[in-house]
């Protein structure tokens, strides 16, 4: 018996496929996001689009937050940890996190260095905005990858962009020769055996999520057009005027992403959806995208 | 033989993989009429809370019990097995209500104790690779219902007649055997009806 194995932690991630993984801030929105049908549940105090309100230093939420959340819902609790803060991991690890999220919504701990997750019997997910990014974040452990959009703007922009590039860079993988192969590693920053077999396989090596500003079903839905294999929401739900209603419209449009009649159904009459910013808006240092590398 | 995978969420592609692997036709069913044209219907692993309600959504409850009434094979694996059960404990409803058992959620604990390892399948010659994730275990079973492996005494392989249940995940290996197991439920099926 075996725990904590790579098949293990990446089967985990394979569960999700196809669903709707929703932020909340207690247990009450738990609830609500596991009625919607939410396939797990990302406990944290604040919402990205509160964090860059509230701005300062973001870190790990109160334990409290989590364990309230994990009594009340049968689906998996994740939580986030701050870019290289080990301990921070641990703290979630022992308090039973099923997944932890090492994200750049919150203030980065270390510029240099990302969590060693292989050390680690819980899974991590990790954001990517490119497949340098992507493959470096398995390579440290990483068992799932979202994009990292630019969250708490409810603005798909950027997810948009950065699942594009991880698309196309993998198609130009596949175009490589062999021997083409070793500079693209250097070129890329990754180990050359995980380019391969992205080369090999024309896919990523771990389930990848769209993340950062989902903001409507329609939003859902084009993110899985462009590849995503599931979807992250964080503050599109509980910032909306009606959560339960936008909740269950973004399930439904994830799961029946060609479906555009049921997605035009599921769109009517949802209230009005979070106030988006415009990234242009956004001063360089607003950007948590940019965090880790 | 066409089985299809209910593809509502959860691991769909890997399942219809191993199928391909072990020698059948494997398709991804997101609507009820796509269920006439199947010999056999996987319902895999995924979140059971959220597949449980886009079946209800979609009126894919009637649909399955109808498909199980013609004697068409289905298999559930993790959360499959708790769509496919009676009883679930702890809870007033369940789903498909097929399986003459009881089933408990997240039986061995949370992520972290989830775990893979070796066990012996009756009707298998070699033990298969088991993968359990968050997994339920089977508690009772009706006697009608035959037991096809444990762990630690606890059941987490059994078939009743044309209804297969795995608490784990034989999709997430490249052991196909008891996909194949389950192809060949189907042909019986086919066969039983011709």
Do not use: W
């Amino acid at each position: 018996m075996e725990t904590g194995t790579s098949r293990v932690k990446r089967g985990m991630a394979e569960m999700q496929k196809g669903g709707v993984i929703m932020d909340v801030m207690n247990a009450e929105q738990a609830k609500i996001a596991e009625a919607a049908g939410a396939t797990a549940v990302m406990a944290l105090e604040r919402v990205p689009s509160d964090i860059r309100a509230a701005g300062g230093v973001a870190r790990m939420a109160d334990p409290t937050v989590l364990e309230e959340v994990m009594k009340v819902v049968s689906i998996p609790v994740m939580a986030k940890a701050r870019i290289g803060h080990y301990v921070e991991a641990r703290v979630l690890e022992a308090l039973g996190a099923d997944y932890i999220d090492e994200s750049e919504v919150l203030t980065p701990a270390d510029e240099v260095f990302h969590i060693s997750k292989r050390d680690f019997t819980v899974p991590f997910v990790c954001g990517a905005k490119d497949l340098g990014e992507a493959l470096r974040r398995i390579q440290e452990g990483a068992a799932m990858l979202r994009t990292k959009g630019e969250p708490g703007t409810g603005n798909i922009v950027e997810a948009v962009r950065h699942m594009r590039l991880i698309t196309g860079q993998i198609r130009k993988v596949q175009n490589l020769s062999k021997d083409e192969l070793y500079h693209e590693a250097k070129n890329l920053g990754v180990p050359y055996d995980l380019l391969l077999d992205v080369h090999e396989t024309g896919k990523l090596p771990v389930v990848n999520f769209a993340a950062g500003g989902v903001a409507t079903p329609s939003d859902a839905a084009l993110m899985m057009h462009l590849g995503a294999d599931g979807v992250f929401v964080g503050s599109g739900i509980f910032k909306s005027e009606y959560p339960e209603r936008f909740a269950r419209a973004i399930v439904e449009a994830t799961t029946h992403y060609t479906d555009y009649k049921l997605i035009a159904e599921v769109s009517k009459n949802l209230g009005t959806p979070m106030k988006g910013i415009e990234i242009s808006k956004l001063a360089p240092s607003e950007r948590m995208q940019d965090r880790g590398f | 033989m066409k089985i299809g995978v209910l593809a509502l969420q959860g691991a769909v592609a890997e399942h219809i993989r191993s199928i391909e692997a072990a020698g059948g036709e494997g398709v991804a069913v997101k609507r009820v009429e796509e269920l006439d044209s199947l010999d056999g219907l996987i319902i895999p692993g995924g979140e059971s809370t959220t597949i449980g309600k886009l079946m209800r959504k979609y009126g894919f409850i009637d649909a399955i019990r109808d498909f199980s009434q013609q004697g068409k094979p289905i298999f559930g694996t993790c959360a499959g097995l708790i769509v496919l059960a009676e009883r679930i404990e702890g809870q007033e409803d369940a789903h498909l209500q097929l399986m003459d058992m009881t089933v408990a959620r997240n039986a061995f604990g949370r992520q972290r104790e989830s775990f893979e390892t070796d066990l012996p399948v009756k009707g298998i010659n070699e033990p298969v690779r088991a993968v359990f994730i968050r997994a339920p275990l089977i508690k009772e079973v009706a006697p009608s219902v035959d037991v096809l492996s444990t762990y630690n005494g606890e059941i987490v392989t059994a078939r009743q007649g044309h209804l297969l249940a795995s608490s784990y995940h034989p999709e997430l290996t490249d052991d196909y055997r008891l996909h194949a197991y389950f192809l060949d439920m189907a042909k019986e099926a086919a066969a039983a009806k011709a």
